[in-house]
């Protein structure tokens, strides 16, 4: 009798039920990182403006510009609570029961009293594909060590305006305490950062399509 093998390629690795999807590497995978996420989550706070992080004032030269607003967090926290929020409304859907809250921690808490059923239906190796990812990536932001991605260059969002907006993983990409700015001088001040990434994503996908 031929052994089913997990769907995720880890060849050594049997299922361990009749009819499901995952192995026990997967699922315990998949365990861990629902643990983990709201650690993580919790930690890229800090990140999202590194002047909550209490360091050495007198530091000068060769520290990291303190005031910035960091876009790669922003949009890594958002992912982790929407991807979330998406799996729960899934199995929510398909259990006939309430998500019991928004948070990140209590959506990781329902999502792992679910792992089961997440184990024995092919969408299990998607859930456990993009859990990997996540914690993968909010770990980046917080650590992103040595050769991490420079700075992500994008096309200024002011109609017209041939200047591009600078804005590195690892610092915001800030020009000054509370703006952003276009190398054409346009700039917007904290406020508008959100409203400015938004429209820095969708000409991104206008590009892409």
């Given at each position: 009798?031929?052994?089913?093998?997990?769907?995720?390629?880890?060849?050594?690795?049997?299922?361990?039920?009749?009819?499901?999807?995952?192995?026990?590497?997967?699922?315990?995978?998949?365990?861990?990182?629902?643990?983990?996420?709201?650690g993580l989550h919790r930690e890229s706070l800090h990140q999202v403006s590194p002047?909550?992080?209490?360091?050495?004032?007198?530091?000068?030269?060769?520290?990291?510009?303190?005031?910035?607003?960091?876009?790669?967090?922003?949009?890594?926290?958002?992912?982790?609570?929407?991807?979330?929020?998406?799996?729960?409304?899934?199995?929510?859907?398909?259990?006939?029961?309430?998500?019991?809250?928004?948070?990140?921690?209590?959506?990781?808490?329902?999502?792992?009293?679910?792992?089961?059923?997440?184990?024995?239906?092919?969408?299990?190796?998607?859930f456990a594909d993009e859990l990997e990812s996540l914690v993968a990536e909010v770990?980046?932001?917080?650590?992103?060590?040595?050769?991490?991605?420079?700075?992500?260059?994008?096309?200024?969002?002011?109609?017209?305006?041939?200047?591009?907006?600078?804005?590195?993983?690892?610092?915001?990409?800030?020009?000054?305490?509370?703006?952003?700015?276009?190398?054409?001088g346009h700039s917007w001040e904290m406020p508008e950062w959100l409203e400015l990434?938004?429209?820095?994503?969708?000409?991104?996908?206008?590009?892409?399509?």
């Open positions: 009798m031929k052994a089913d093998l997990c769907v995720r390629n880890h060849s050594p690795e049997v299922i361990s039920a009749t009819g499901n999807v995952l192995c026990v590497s997967c699922v315990r995978q998949v365990e861990r990182h629902l643990r983990t996420l709201p002047t909550a992080r209490g360091t050495n004032p007198t530091r000068v030269s060769g520290s990291r510009r303190r005031d910035h607003l960091n876009i790669s967090v922003i949009d890594a926290r958002s992912r982790v609570l929407a991807v979330l929020e998406s799996w729960s409304d899934v199995v929510a859907e398909k259990a006939g029961v309430a998500v019991p809250g928004r948070s990140v921690p209590e959506l990781a808490r329902f999502l792992a009293q679910h792992l089961q059923w997440f184990a024995s239906v092919p969408p299990g190796a998607d770990r980046g932001t917080i650590d992103p060590g040595p050769g991490g991605a420079g700075a992500l260059v994008r096309a200024c969002v002011v109609d017209g305006c041939g200047g591009t907006i600078s804005v590195s993983p690892g610092s915001g990409g800030a020009v000054g305490a509370s703006s952003i700015g276009c190398s054409s990434r938004q429209l820095m994503e969708r000409q991104r996908k206008g590009v892409r399509a």
